[in-house]
């Protein structure tokens, strides 16, 4: 059986003719930056999530980067990220001369609380990076109501979870806010990532930022233009930092495609919930009732120490797994010392010796996954 992490051929398989159209008509059309299909790209995404601006760019990683530049930060300023999370956020605190600040995550959730960040708050900090890590939402009311009370910008990475929906309770602050919100359009700035294995992947890199703000928006797009306001006139200081035309046409055959590749992950992490119930030592992903969930990731909890023989085990039977993520960013050394740590981040350093992803991807087939959990049973 072959069995694979992610298929991004077998899903390319399915939609060939589309997409060859898209990228052939790009190819011959010879507008391969800024081409027509980038705003309709853009405009695609804005209905999508409901977000009243989108502002395509070059990845995930430049999405954080120039959503931070936006905020007008000065050296030294404080942004709390999480410990337990890709490099990312904590990676473009720092390459602005900013300082991150890591806290702990929830241990059922993998994502960060409002009660997390408070520990990490101190007179220099002025902005959040909350992550929708594996697919699911961090519970943002608490978090907005947090950043209101101490005024700090909140920057969403939803890199991992395009396509989920925050339910959000009605309260005096937040009364404008539709009941469910899409990840990434609940803070000021929400950014994502197209990489090949995100949900909504591309066939290269790809990134872009939401936001309801015209005003931030307007700044948004001038730093991923080199801080132009009209051509060789340079208000900011920005970056180069563009979706290509070719990834645009293939996103916008692949979004009228995310709600059923959505389903088609949460149909999988349902046979894997069902298949693994109860047995011992394997705590499945918890599903909390404010979000729903998109399963980037389907990640097991694996007790006793247990985890890197089950990953081996599982190898020696033709089935891949993977680590997200193995080391903590305050083992990281490049953050030694530039990072604060607000407290002993346990729980980030418990996950990365515990969590490990099985194969989780749209073409999954129900028999792949009844042989991948009669392995994990026999093992236990
Ligand atoms: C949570 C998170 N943030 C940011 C990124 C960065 O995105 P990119 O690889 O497009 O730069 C990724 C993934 O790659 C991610 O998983």
Redesign the pocket.
Known sequence: MNIQMTDLTGQYAKIQKEIDEAVLRVMRGGRYINGSEVGVFAEALQNYTGAKHVIPCA????A?QIALMALGLKAGDEVIVPAF??V??AEVVGLLGLTPVLVDVDPDSFNVTAANIERGISAQTKAIIV?H?FGQSCDMLPIMELAHKYHLMVIE?N??SIGARYTIPPTPLYKNWSERRQTGTIAPIGCT???PN?NLGCFG???AMMTNDDVLADKLKKIANHGQTEKYHHALLGCNSRLDTLQAAVLNVKLKYLNKYIAARQKAAKIYKDGLRGVEGIATPKEHPFSTHVYHQYTLKVGDGKRDALKQYLAEQGIPTAIYYPRPLQEQPAFKFIARTAEPLRVAKELSQSVLSLPMHTELTAEQQQFIIDKIKTFV
């Open positions: 990845n995930g990683t430049d954080l999370t890709y990312s956020p992550v890590l990475d890199a991992q990532s197209f990489f995100k890199d790809g990134g």
